[in-house]
């Protein structure tokens, strides 16, 4: 380290300049993170062969685990959606309910398919399920696709094995179980405030929506399965990562030591936990027609692309925080953060609302806050059950305020034929009340824990 070295300097002009090559520069947030950890690193004194020997520990030593389960999680999801169980799980929900429960049925729907399927993909499928209601109804499609956003991204952001929950317990240290379990609590209240009763207030106003045209249009693009299979036992195979995950998680509070509690830590890790849901996914959808085979193996390849995305970015992420920690800015960092008087929940929900809405991208603000926190965390000594509810805290303020730089916000304005000032009433608004009423029960139970 050099003499004059400020720390706090290099912590905040890492931001600044990783912001500016993103927002400025249009340059991938992977080869944004890289390059900032090098400068970071340099800038702070750090020899040049030394910084890249961080930079290599870093990613290296966060791939180690997030790969992997990235990876499954992304072929679990594409079975299910390639195999028809999205389409079947939608079945089950809508095709015999009540007019008044529709919005809530079609929040929870979006709820469950977001576990293990992305955001983009389980849009795409439902939106015509979306607009076939709202015919049949008579009633604005905005008013019903509302609720069903507000469940795909509260399951995105809150509830593993999405990536974005994954990479930032892994990068925080904290225990999966705990993670999903915290994000479960607080999903539900948040998925119910942003999406029917959100949907109430939408239902009075005069937005500009889609068109039963557009319904058709929207319906053109759906790939039909040709058969549905049991919807109760899709449910069963989307739960069965978050109950052994979660099981192995509580299992030593009733459970002595043995090969019991041994068995159940064994099944209930991420890696073994999606491996058994991939298999599960497989045998539930095994047929002996040639068309389904080659779509589901079709379909695993092709959820490997953005799941190599998310895998880059996050090892980038974990890069960068690596040199915080080895530079000592991140120490420097934390200790004024808490010197202000925040905690880790606060200062991660903070961080990543800011780079949220700065840049658009929710996955970046969620691998910059979590690379940020991670020094906060250690700096504060916390429990375990506080971690777990910091990484939830991050991954709502990275839900928040989608607005005109982010890609989502441009998706649901397309398969809504939503013109922008619409989209802002409804989704923007939607998606903050996301993060906000997710933050709002994460405070409430880092009060009770």
Known sequence: MTEGFDPLL?????????????????MSAFLALLLTSLVAAI?????????????????GGTLGFIAIVVGLGSIFGALLQAGGGVEAMADLFVSRARTGLVPWILGLLGLIVAIPVFFDVALIILAPIVFGLAKRLGVAAVTLAIPLLAGLATAHAFVPPTPGPIAVADLLGA????????????GAPAMLVAGPLWAKFLHKMDLKA???RSAQETNAQQNAVGFLP?????????????????????????????????FLQFIGHPFSALLLSCGAAYLLFRSDDPELKLRLRNACERALEPAGAIILVTGAGGAFKQVLIDTGAGNTLAENILGFGFTPLVAGFLLALLVRVAQGSATVAMITAAGLTAPIVGAANVSQGSIALTVIAIAAGATAASHVNDSGFWLVSRYFHLDTASTLKSWTVASTLVGFAGFAVILLLSAII
């Open 43 to 59: 800038a702070a004194g750090m020899p040049a062969t030394q910084a890249i020997e961080t930079i290599r520990n870093g990613m």
């Open 230 to 262: 049991n919807p109760a036992l899709i449910l069963l195979v989307i739960a069965l990562p978050l109950i052994l995950i979660i099981g192995s998680t509580i299992s030593p509070y009733f459970l002595s030591d043995g090969p019991a509690t041994d």
């Open 210 to 212: 889609g068109t039963m």
């Open 175 to 186: 225990d999966i179980g705990l993670v999903a379990l915290y994000g479960a609590l607080a």
């Open 10 to 26: 290099v912590a905040s002009g890492s931001v600044a300049m990783l912001l500016t090559l993103v927002l400025y520069f249009r």
